[in-house]
């Protein structure tokens, strides 16, 4: 008998064993999840206000007084992303999310491999901005703190345990904080950015919605979209949260939308306000700075409205960490349920919370454990970016296969469309592939030249362990 024979029966005995095996008592809590929980976990898994206080940089080093541009063009190529999770979410409800995606289309080994990925990317963003960038806004907020040793390892402690404690809780405790504290970010970012620009009078300028501040640079444009797409990339989070919202078809699809929608104003309104105050051909100073963004809000709304907005963004930090702590300890439940590459253990849930309790507990002490390290090679600062910059790849690439399965889903299931299963998904893979390139060539200096390195033997890991233990490794084939 061949290889592929005994390959071939053993995968028919698994099947059968799974059809007769007993449902277990670990499920998540159901119909938890409404549509303004679900918007918000779009919302704050993007964190607006700490991309308007620091993050916005990323963009300005590459675009300068073009950056408004960047902040309109990029949620526009993230819709197309976005239209792979609202198609899929029409009729796949689950806590796996971009895998269960993945899943559906190409098989489970291609839908492993994207749940490994997209693990890899929520953790390492969840370290590197939750916990390392939040530390270091302090040490901007308070430069002398930066004096005491090992304080940031405090201040780190500050989200990790306020977010555990509320995911812990339950999924509609942490978003009900989510909500509340989401209307007033909005409300402060959107507010702000109008006060600074009818401040700004005759000095409002529309060319930085062109390319003239870059002299008509195009691949200064595409180098800021990088760093843009990947600020409004975590709208499209919601997915994780399939088996826990009511009526999930319906609900999904609505918050996708509804958040990305609550996304774009303030973020493209403080992209304009903040680029036209600090000035168009300044960016480079503005780039350089820690913190423009505080900067200006103190400039233009005095202490008052400045010390209002260092608080907004202090919360969105937390609420960012309630978010991404939502999707990554689904997509680790469901990975241990499903995919055998993770002990069982992990799949534990709360008796009466419902939420995945030893998947929440092993992502803050691995979480604590990778912050410590990175912060000691590379400190607070540059170890976050290190973070960052491998979980964008990762990123990129677990939404790369997600939507590389929808055209296949659609016409296993007989619902091709043309355009939304086909021309959409081309359009987004190629901009995804240009995106991935653009990470790894050329090579960066170190030590940003590592996160390429650290997602390759990632992937490599799970590769191998996907093809050690999962028992139907040859049924995809």
């Not at 796996?96 to 559906?104: E, I, P």
């Not at 000035?279 to 209002?308: K, T």
Request: hydrophobic letters at 55%; glycine letters at 8%.
């Amino acid at each position: 008998m061949s290889i592929i024979q005994i390959a071939t029966l053993k995968c028919m005995q698994n099947k059968g064993s799974g059809d007769d095996a007993k449902p277990t008592d670990n499920r998540l809590k159901r119909d938890q999840v409404g549509l303004w929980h679900g918007i918000f976990q779009s919302f704050s898994h993007v964190a607006p206000a700490a991309e308007v206080a620091i993050l916005i940089t990323g963009t300005a080093i590459a675009s300068g007084g073009s950056t408004p541009l960047v902040f309109i063009v990029a949620p526009i190529i993230v819709l197309l992303w976005l239209n792979t999770n609202y198609q899929f979410s029409k009729s796949i409800a689950s806590s796996g999310g971009y895998s269960a995606f993945a899943r559906a289309g190409l098989g489970e080994v291609a839908g492993n491999v994207t749940g490994w990925l997209f693990f890899f990317n929520e953790f390492l963003t969840y370290t590197g901005f939750a916990l390392l960038s939040f530390a270091a806004f302090i040490y901007l907020l308070f430069p002398s703190l930066s004096g005491i040793p090992y304080l940031w390892i405090a201040l780190a402690l500050v989200p990790l345990a306020f977010t555990t404690i509320l995911v812990y809780r339950g999924i509609r405790v942490s978003l009900n904080y989510a909500v509340y504290t989401g209307f007033i970010e909005v409300g402060v970012l959107t507010v702000g950015a109008l006060l600074i620009i009818a401040r700004l009078g005759a000095a409002n300028n529309l060319e930085v919605f062109t390319t003239a501040p870059v002299h008509g640079n195009l691949s200064l444009i595409g180098l800021g979209l990088l760093f843009g797409l990947y600020s409004y990339g975590g709208s499209g989070s919601v997915v994780a949260l399939g088996e826990e919202a009511k009526e999930p078809n319906k609900t999904i699809r609505k918050s996708i939308v509804y958040g990305w929608l609550l996304i774009v104003a303030p973020l493209a309104l403080n992209a304009y306000a903040l680029t036209v105050g600090w000035g168009i051909n300044n960016m480079s100073s503005f780039a350089a700075s820690p913190d423009p963004g505080v900067i200006e809000y103190f400039r233009y709304l005095g202490s008052i409205g400045g010390w209002i907005f260092v608080a907004v963004v202090i919360n969105s930090f937390l609420d960012f960490g309630i978010a991404i702590n939502n999707s990554l300890t689904r997509m680790l439940y469901y990975l241990a349920r499903d995919s055998n590459i993770l002990p069982k253990f992990l799949a534990r849930t709360h008796p009466r919370f419902g939420t995945p309790k030893n998947a929440i507990l092993a992502v803050a002490l691995t979480s604590l454990i990778v912050a410590i390290l990175s912060g000691e090679l590379f400190g607070p600062f540059m170890g976050a970016l290190v973070i960052e910059g491998a979980a964008s790849i990762a990123f990129m690439l677990q939404h790369f296969l997600a939507t590389a399965a929808l055209p296949f889903y659609a016409r296993r299931n007989r619902i091709l469309d043309l355009t939304k299963h086909v021309m959409i998904p081309l359009a987004a893979l190629f901009l995804m592939a240009f995106a991935i390139l653009s990470t790894v060539y050329p090579v960066p200096a170190y030590p940003l030249n590592l996160p390429a390195y650290v997602v390759a033997a990632w992937a490599l890991l799970g590769l191998f362990l996907i093809m050690k233990r999962q028992k139907r490794f040859f049924c995809d084939f």
